[in-house]
């Protein structure tokens, strides 16, 4: 590029000078226009045929700082010309405005024309499935410039192999990810969430990265353990179809987060928010897979945060990664170095793989296809394992169509590693899940009240406030020193079998533990003969106890785990220790 300057010599001849610009080549120029900026998009040569797709804001251009903005984007100028830049850079951004070649925005992923699938949308381009190719935009200029094609597809292929020879499927799975990610929709599902978890040092992080620079610079596109779910929805509406890698899950805080998008991921959708002018934004939308490092299990954050709710953990695909193998040790040096090349080189096998989804997209949607079926044949899955069949089939398939671009993916290992996963994941959802876990939290309920707020009887005898109810025999319970103002809140009654509890000390307990009511009242009602009545609950006794309240009555089946919580009395009791109560009844 040079800038072209007539001048006339003494003798009246016209002459030219040309400065040059750049010690690089550009060039497939194209303009996009946004309610906020312009921005002029262009493929820069250097370093023996080395590109980078490079973009320029109207803001870089002028003010001075175009030298700054180029070099940033490794764009080489000519120091000699650098004042013509502005002007050239200026005009060739208007030029294009006035070819009207500015092009629509287009965001990452499946390309949809009609209902119909055309092509797949990467790196600033449209890969459509007549093998043609065109420039498209992107809304965040930020984003797209992390998701720039950049550097040498071997870098990747080592560093990749440099994983793969490990011979360790769950690091595979990481990089795998990347691959399988625009599979999703494929196997008709808006997402799920992969956890790979352990107290660190196995190499997660570093397979992240090789996963990440499938399709973008690793040290920026990954997220960490700040990452608010509001951030990350924003981003994976922009993504679409593509992988989000989230890093660093270490503490309560990003626990808690990774949680929340967990769930809300498999929706699909960004939640709904106003404008200034209370209008509704714009709702991103995806299907992709989101892959979490983790230093704890997610799935038991979940059964704390939603115990009873099975959906919750079934939308998590789990693992533990196991100790490095010794023998395979590598440097952390090299490893490190290694890794660290990707940052500048990135995006190349990721633009191959756009090309080769967009031109063979029946072919490839038929094979996702059936190998969800697969799996769900092998492994006699249901419906509510959807999320992990997904998973397994998309990430057996990304594999597979990566050792075409040259990765080396195990698949044998692979996918025995995945079904035993996903065996492992069905084996924690029912021993966890659900109803164990409501029995869980009941037993503590229980346990906590044991030695100050239950009581024991031997029959049940009156019950109305303001009567002199009939006392009763009292087996065990607290004295009544130790119960002046705590109440009791639970009753076993033996001859009849039945456990009574006041609602409002368990719904209080629960409260307090973040569990709603409805889901451990759920449970009650499947498992056991349950009702409510309004009764004064240590009836019969002397305790003092509140007027009448609403109280579960649940009857005990033989040989249940209540069972067990119901006898504990004769453990607890001393019956030559029994001091006879005012009316008949007793306590220790």
């Known amino acids: ?56 804001s109207l803001a870089d251009m002028v003010g001075g700082q175009i030298g700054t903005a180029l070099a940033a984007v490794h764009v080489k100028i000519n120091p000699p010309g650098k004042r013509y830049l502005e002007e050239f850079f200026v005009a060739l951004l208007t030029d294009l405005h006035e070819m009207i070649a500015a092009q629509e925005s287009q965001p990452f992923g499946w390309l949809m024309e009609g209902g119909e699938t055309r092509g797949f949308v990467y790196g600033g381009r449209v890969y459509r499935d007549d093998g043609t190719e065109k420039p498209a935009g992107v809304a965040d200029a930020q984003i797209a410039s992390w998701y720039r094609p950049t550097g040498e597809l071997k870098v990747w292929l080592d560093t990749c192999k440099m994983v793969t020879d490990l011979g360790r499927p769950e690091l595979d799975t990481l990089v795998a990810v990347a691959f399988a990610a625009p599979l999703m929709r494929l196997a008709g599902e808006d ?47 922009e993504l679409r179809h593509l992988p989000v890698y989230w890093d660093e899950i270490t503490n309560k805080v990003s626990q808690s987060r990774a949680v929340n998008v967990s769930f809300e991921q498999t929706g699909g959708v960004e939640g709904g928010r106003m404008t200034a002018n209370v209008e509704q934004r714009h709702r991103g939308s995806w299907c992709t ?11 038991e954050q979940v059964i704390k945060e939603q115990p009873g709710h099975r959906g919750g953990i079934n939308r998590v695909f789990e693992y533990e990664v196991g100790p490095n193998d010794p023998r395979k040790l590598l440097s952390p040096t090299d490893v490190s170095r290694r890794v660290g090349t990707l940052n500048h080189n990135y995006g190349i096998v990721g633009m191959q793989y756009a090309k080769f989804l967009a031109t063979n997209f029946k072919t490839v949607d038929i094979e996702v296809r059936d190998a969800r079926k697969q799996v769900e044949k092998d492994l006699n899955t249901s419906q509510e394992e959807r999320f992990w069949t997904g998973a397994v089939a998309t990430l057996l398939m990304g594999a597979t169509y990566a050792n075409k671009f040259g990765a080396e993916f195990d698949l044998e290992a692979l996918k025995k590693f995945l079904y035993l996963t996903l065996e492992a994941n069905r084996h924690r959802s029912k021993t966890e899940g659900g109803g164990n876990n409501m029995e869980d939290i009941l037993t503590q309920y229980l346990k906590a009240r044991t030695h100050t707020q239950t009581i024991w009887t031997d029959g049940m005898r009156g019950g109305k406030a303001g009567r002199d109810s009939t006392a009763v025999v009292l087996l065990h319970g607290p004295p009544p020193s130790l119960n002046t103002q705590q109440g009791i809140q639970v009753r076993f009654d033996i001859p009849s079998r039945q456990l009574l509890i006041s609602r409002t000390d368990l719904t209080g307990y629960l409260d307090h533990k973040e569990i709603p009511w409805s889901a451990m009242q759920k449970w009650l009602g499947s498992k056991y003969d349950i009702i409510v009545r309004r009764v004064v609950l240590a009836s019969g006794t002397t305790y003092k106890t509140a007027q009448q309240e ?3 009555f649940i009857n005990v089946p033989p040989d249940s785990p209540m069972e067990d919580v119901m006898l504990q009395y004769r453990e607890l009791a001393d019956p030559a220790k029994v001091i006879p109560f005012p009316h008949g009844g007793a306590a220790e």
């Not at 080549?25 to 590109?51: E, P, R, V």
């Not at 499938?214 to 929805?233: A, C, I």
């Not at 897979?289 to 799935?299: I, P, Q």
């Open 191 to 237: 997402g799920v969430t992969i956890n790979a978890y352990d107290e660190g040092g196995s190499g997660k992080s570093s397979a992240m990265k090789v996963g990440l620079a499938v399709w973008s610079d690793p040290s920026q596109s990954k997220e960490g353990g700040t990452t608010t779910p509001k951030s990350l929805f924003n981003k994976m509406g």
């Open 289 to 299: 897979m989101l892959a979490l490092s983790a230093n704890v299990s997610l799935v």
């Open 1 to 56: 590029v040079c800038k072209v300057e007539e001048k006339v010599n003494k003798e009246g001849e016209t002459f030219e000078i040309l400065h040059r610009l750049l010690n690089c080549k550009i060039d497939s120029f194209w303009a996009q226009k946004s309610a906020t900026s312009d921005t002029l998009h262009f493929q820069a040569t250097y370093d023996k045929g080395n590109t980078v797709m490079a973009h320029l």
């Open 550 to 552: 609403h109280v579960l």
